[in-house]
């Protein structure tokens, strides 16, 4: 089972995310921003993040530079609104990256793709 730690401001969202993701077998903890994420990474140690880009306070590109400096094995799938944010080459550092939509087919194919590509590396 792989842990995950979902970062979405959105409070439908993030519930959706843990419940389908949850679905797929996977342990699931969320967090409302990317300050509360980053004090969870310790506890949770998720093989893989997904994070949100537009959030209050620190956005999810510094998230995401904070948390593969902490780790540069944690998988990151970049999870947002808007599409614009694909030609930010501070993206570039994600495996991977969504645009949201409230039907989670994407996302959770993505996040299928991705642990199964660690995995295989990691072999």
């Known amino acids: 089972m792989s842990r995950i730690l979902v970062v979405e401001d959105e409070?439908?969202?993030?519930?959706?995310?843990?419940?389908?993701l949850s679905e797929d077998g996977h342990e699931v903890a969320t967090a409302s921003n990317a300050q509360e994420a980053l004090a969870q990474l310790e506890e949770v140690r998720p093989d893989l993040v997904v994070l949100d880009i537009r959030m209050p306070g620190m956005d999810g590109l510094d998230a995401m530079s904070r948390i593969l400096e902490r780790n540069p094995r944690t998988a990151v799938v970049l999870n947002s609104a808007f599409s614009c944010y694909k030609e930010n080459f501070l993206s570039w550092a994600a495996d991977a990256y969504v645009v949201?939509?409230?039907?989670?087919?994407?996302?959770?194919?993505?996040?299928?793709?991705v642990l199964a590509e660690r995995e295989r590396a990691s072999a």
Not at 100 to 113: A, F, G, I, P, W
């Open 100 to 113: 949201k939509s409230s039907d989670t087919t994407e996302l959770r194919e993505t996040v299928r793709r």
């Open 11 to 20: 409070p439908s969202l993030r519930m959706l995310y843990r419940s389908d």
